[in-house]
Protein backbone atom coordinates (compact mmCIF):
# COMPACT_ATOMS: atom_id res chain seq x y z
CA UNK A 1 0.00 0.00 0.00
CA UNK A 2 1.43 3.41 -0.53
CA UNK A 3 0.25 6.31 1.12
CA UNK A 4 -0.70 9.23 -0.27
CA UNK A 5 1.43 12.70 -0.15
CA UNK A 6 0.71 16.39 0.82
CA UNK A 7 1.76 19.45 0.56
CA UNK A 8 1.87 22.08 3.27
CA UNK A 9 -1.81 23.28 3.03
CA UNK A 10 -3.07 19.70 3.04
CA UNK A 11 -4.05 19.19 -0.95
CA UNK A 12 -2.63 16.09 -2.43
CA UNK A 13 0.59 16.35 -4.47
CA UNK A 14 0.04 15.54 -8.11
CA UNK A 15 2.14 12.48 -8.73
CA UNK A 16 -0.25 11.09 -6.20
CA UNK A 17 -3.37 11.71 -8.23
CA UNK A 18 -1.52 10.37 -10.80
CA UNK A 19 -1.09 6.57 -9.19
CA UNK A 20 -4.82 7.02 -7.99
CA UNK A 21 -5.92 7.80 -11.11
CA UNK A 22 -3.47 4.76 -12.82
CA UNK A 23 -5.29 2.54 -9.87
CA UNK A 24 -8.47 3.60 -10.71
CA UNK A 25 -8.54 2.85 -14.35
CA UNK A 26 -6.74 -0.23 -13.82
CA UNK A 27 -9.56 -1.32 -11.27
CA UNK A 28 -12.46 0.02 -13.88
CA UNK A 29 -10.62 -1.96 -16.79
CA UNK A 30 -10.49 -5.59 -14.46
CA UNK A 31 -14.27 -5.28 -13.65
CA UNK A 32 -14.98 -4.77 -17.06
CA UNK A 33 -13.07 -8.02 -17.93
CA UNK A 34 -14.71 -9.75 -15.52
CA UNK A 35 -18.15 -8.98 -16.74
CA UNK A 36 -17.10 -9.72 -20.33
CA UNK A 37 -15.95 -13.30 -19.54
CA UNK A 38 -19.11 -14.20 -17.32
CA UNK A 39 -21.12 -12.64 -19.70
CA UNK A 40 -19.48 -15.45 -22.00
CA UNK A 41 -19.89 -18.07 -19.80
CA UNK A 42 -23.16 -17.31 -19.86
CA UNK A 43 -24.02 -17.18 -23.26
CA UNK A 44 -21.82 -20.40 -23.93
CA UNK A 45 -24.12 -22.38 -21.24
CA UNK A 46 -27.52 -21.26 -22.38
CA UNK A 47 -26.43 -21.96 -26.11
CA UNK A 48 -25.47 -25.37 -24.77
CA UNK A 49 -28.75 -25.81 -23.09
CA UNK A 50 -30.59 -24.61 -26.30
CA UNK A 51 -29.18 -26.18 -29.01
CA UNK A 52 -27.95 -29.89 -27.64
CA UNK A 53 -30.78 -32.20 -26.15
CA UNK A 54 -29.88 -33.36 -22.53
CA UNK A 55 -31.18 -36.78 -24.32
CA UNK A 56 -28.46 -39.67 -25.04
CA UNK A 57 -27.33 -40.07 -28.83
CA UNK A 58 -28.31 -43.18 -28.38
CA UNK A 59 -31.24 -45.20 -27.11
CA UNK A 60 -30.92 -47.84 -24.80
CA UNK A 61 -33.45 -51.60 -24.58
CA UNK A 62 -34.48 -52.84 -21.95
CA UNK A 63 -32.70 -56.35 -20.43
CA UNK A 64 -36.04 -57.90 -21.97
CA UNK A 65 -34.91 -57.06 -25.31
CA UNK A 66 -31.56 -58.47 -25.57
CA UNK A 67 -30.56 -59.49 -28.96
CA UNK A 68 -29.26 -63.08 -29.48
CA UNK A 69 -25.57 -63.83 -29.01
CA UNK A 70 -23.99 -64.70 -32.37
CA UNK A 71 -21.64 -67.53 -31.85
CA UNK A 72 -19.06 -69.47 -34.74
Known amino acids: MST ?3 DAY ?5 EAL ?3 SEA ?3 AVLS ?3 Q ?3 WLLVITIVAARIIYYPASPAFDVGSAGQVP ?5
Open 18 to 20: ARR
Open 35 to 37: VVF
Open 10 to 14: GEALP
Open 68 to 72: PAVTK
Open 4 to 6: EKY
Open 31 to 33: RIG
Open 24 to 26: TSA
